[in-house]
């Protein structure tokens, strides 16, 4: 099996598996209890914050880490724990239609409870408009909720753009970097709320966190005992947050070195694809993880389908979105119903290789005569 599909979930690498068995096996305790054990589990979870801390640059006298079960999650979290703790000093939500489901989904869930949801328009490119930010803040804005990276056509966010314009204002900023820790330098200082699952950099799938400024006090999802953060209940998994740490720092110690080798490959495959007829890239350069393209008369869902039939794995969209449906990303960037129908999604990796893109070269060439 050749897998194109590193956006919707990366193989989980030998080193975090390896990880998560021996946490497991060496802290038996509850991070929570009292005893030997207990205090050995809870000494490993706080040199386990330490250690994200250190990898992402951050001041840990400044934030808070709450593990989550991914990004989904910590943005529920971070969205709906604004909305219960901040109403009383505002009531505006902004976003863009380019935002992950589970920001779109939980913004209309605070749109039904009386919120006023408003969407920032985007440029030609897919990047956020400031200007049209500019216009749509006020003093009744308690949070922006944006991507760093949009995870169908690979668009990276001049977030440090929009952090400027929410100098002076009450707006607090939560940055869904999902798609682009361990892939594109990131400097997450002074940004007051960070979300990211591991399964985009090879950790294990049902891990993530939250990371909010301390002065920010959210209402939890859920409601229980006492933990390791008063914002989520529960035992902590130590062996998942332990194998979250090591997917973590194993990415962005290679992350120069992958991001060249992969910009070698995005470029390869991006010409070899454009050679053929009908074909038209819809992604833009500066991200080469992400690359979107379309090829005439051809549904996405169908060139999925096919391909998987050759035992190539690529997809149509994100994977969180429905399938068998236009891309609401490229037809808002193209204004093109077809081409957003026809899209498809090939996200690479460093453990992909030209060889590979050849054969995928060739799936698609044969298609393509038929």
């Known amino acids: 099996m050749i897998y194109f599909d590193n956006a919707a979930n990366r193989p989980v690498k ?3 598996l390896d990880e998560l ?9 509850n991070s929570n209890s009292s005893h030997e054990a207990g205090l050995l589990a809870h000494e490993k979870y706080l040199s386990l914050e330490k250690e994200i801390m250190q990898a992402l640059d951050l001041d840990p006298t400044a934030y808070d880490l709450i593990f989550t079960s991914g990004a989904t999650e910590s943005n529920n979290l971070a969205i709906k724990g604004i909305y219960e703790s901040y109403s009383g000093f505002g009531n505006t939500f902004l976003s863009s239609e380019f935002e992950h489901s589970s920001t779109n989904a939980t913004m209309a869930y605070l749109k039904d409870k009386g919120a006023n949801v408003s969407l920032i328009s985007t440029t030609n490119d897919g990047k ?23 995870s169908e056509v690979g668009t990276i966010q001049d977030y440090q753009e929009v952090q400027k314009a929410l100098e002076g204002k009450e707006c607090k900023l939560l940055l869904d970097a999902t798609q682009g820790i361990g892939k594109i330098p990131v400097h997450l200082n002074g940004i007051d709320m960070i979300s990211f699952g591991g399964h985009k950099f090879g950790g294990i799938t049902g891990t993530g966190i939250l990371l909010k400024k301390k002065e920010i006090i959210l209402t939890p999802l859920l409601h229980g005992g006492k933990a390791e953060s008063p914002y989520r209940s529960g035992s902590t998994p130590l062996g998942l947050f332990s194998s979250f740490a090591k997917a973590l720092t194993l990415s962005l110690s290679s992350l120069e070195k992958n991001y060249a080798y992969v910009s070698g490959l995005s470029s390869y495959l991006r010409d070899a694809l454009l050679s053929i007829s009908g074909i038209r890239l819809n992604s833009f350069s500066g991200n080469p993880y992400i690359n979107n393209f379309s090829l005439k008369g051809v549904p996405g869902g169908e060139m999925v389908k096919y391909l998987s039939s050759r035992g190539i794995c690529i997809s149509q969209k994100s994977a ?8 609401k990303v490229i037809n808002a960037i193209y204004h093109d119903k077809q081409r957003a129908l026809t899209s498809f999604r090939i996200s690479l990796s460093e453990n992909n290789t030209k060889e590979e893109i050849n ?6 060439r044969s298609y393509h005569a038929l």
């Open 320 to 327: 969180c979105s429905i399938p068998q449906t236009p891309s």
């Open 128 to 150: 956020l408009s400031i200007d049209d930010l500019k216009n749509k803040l006020n003093d009744n804005c308690i949070l922006l909720a944006l991507s760093l990276v949009e």
């Open 359 to 364: 054969k995928l070269i060739e799936a698609i």
């Open 14 to 16: 030998k080193e975090v």
């Open 21 to 29: 068995i021996k946490t497991e096996m060496n802290f038996i305790g």
